[in-house]
Every structure is written in C-alpha cells, then in structure tokens.
C-alpha cells in the first residue's frame, strides 16, 4: 500500500477484555515497530520486528501484551486481560531496513471502560 | 537507559521568524537520529534523518544538525508559517544491536498569523 494502515482506528471494549489490534505496513518494508503515546507524551517502545521474528520485545510492559507477524508482513499486537491504564493511542512503523527510516501509521486509539 | 529530552515543551512565534527546536540525549551510541511532526489527533509525519556520520540534513525550510559527542541535535524551521503549527518529535534508535527508539516528549509549536 501507499502507506502504513492500522485497524481499527477506534476501539472501546471493557475491563478484562482480549483485544487484537492491526498494522498494515509500507509493502516491502522488514521492520516493524510498535508504539504507545499516551497524552501528552511521546511514543513508548514496545516491540521490533524483523522480518518474522521479534528482535526486541524489551518495550512490552508484561505478560498481558503479545504481538505476532507470522508472514513478516501484517502484524497484530494482542492484549489480554485489558485494563484501564492499557489506555492509549497505539502506534505502529516500518522501514525499509533495520534502523532505517520510520513511517507511521494513523494509530489506534484504544479505550478501556 | 538512553533519555531523550526536548527543550522548550511548548514555543509561541509570530509568522516568518526563524526557529529552533532542540533534542537532547545522554548515550551518544546512535546509529542516526529522526525528527518528526504530529498534528493533534493524528500520526507522526517523518521530517529528516540524519545518520550518525552525518552533521546535518537539510529538506526544504527545515534544517537539522547532530552533535553526537555532546548529545545534541537541533532542528531550526525557517520563515515559519501557520501550517508548521504541530508537536515536533526527535527519535534515537539504541546502538548495540537492539532496536529499541527513544522518543523525547515533544515541543509543541504554534506558528501566530
């Protein structure tokens, strides 16, 4: 595609509900980043893709937060047990190349009741 | 723990006038440096990168500059206008074969017509 897509764009769901959220990155593009902004503040690493695997998950707050891209393409961050404080705009990136230029998608803005 | 600090949070300027944004880091082991721009509600826009031999990138009316010995970089917007009216972003990704970004918290700027 053109650019970097996430869906949804929006997602209210509640306390102690599993949500899955979707990044569509840049066509040819190896890396994938995933990130949390939470107002007022600048994204927050969570996790790095290359390829398939995830070479740095250090960012992922704990065990409740798990992210996949099975084909080294689309990626979907998965949240279990979602809690109030999970809360937040979620962004995600790719480049071309390991530590190359980062493009960004719209976000998700997640909101739990 | 690599921090990234932007000076000032938030900056008010009249049409035209020249300015400058500044990043702070404490590890100087980056492999370059990324600036962007988030209008509210939406995604980051990527602005320059600057890799980590280089001493500045130049697009347009935006200039950036990397000191990596004294942990700076700055970003100077010139003739500034009402559209440049955004939250400006600086991002280091961590040496050391991780590839976890640091982003700073912002600087909001509003261009005054």
């Known amino acids: 595609g053109a650019g970097v897509s996430q869906t949804p764009s929006n997602k209210v769901t509640e306390k102690g509900k599993y949500v899955e959220l979707r990044c569509d990155p840049i066509s040819g593009h190896t890396a994938l980043y995933w990130y949390r902004q939470s107002l007022g503040q600048g994204p927050e690493f969570l996790i790095y893709?290359?390829?398939?695997?995830?070479?740095?998950d250090s960012g992922l707050p704990n065990d409740r937060f798990f992210a996949v891209r099975p084909e080294g393409s689309v990626s979907t961050l998965k949240i279990q047990r979602t809690e109030r404080g999970d809360s937040a705009v979620y962004l995600c990136?790719?480049?071309?190349?390991?530590?190359?230029?980062?493009?960004f998608g719209p976000g998700t803005r997640l909101t739990v009741l | 723990k690599q921090e990234v600090t932007q000076i000032p949070a938030a900056l008010s300027v009249p049409e035209g006038e020249n300015l400058v944004l500044n990043c702070s880091f404490t590890d100087s082991a980056i492999y370059n440096l990324q600036w962007f721009r988030q209008d509210p509600g939406k995604g980051l826009t990527s602005l320059l990168l600057i890799q980590s031999s280089q001493r500045e990138q130049t697009s347009g009316r935006l200039n950036a500059s990397l000191d990596k010995s004294s942990g700076r970089s700055t970003l100077y917007i010139a003739a500034s206008q009402p559209g440049d009216s955004a939250t400006y972003l600086c991002a280091v990704p961590n040496s050391g074969g991780y590839q976890k970004v640091t982003f700073g918290t912002g600087t909001k700027l509003q261009v005054i017509p």
């Open positions: 893709f290359q390829g398939t695997g995830a070479a740095d």
């Open positions: 990136a790719s480049s071309k190349e390991a530590v190359g230029e980062q493009f």
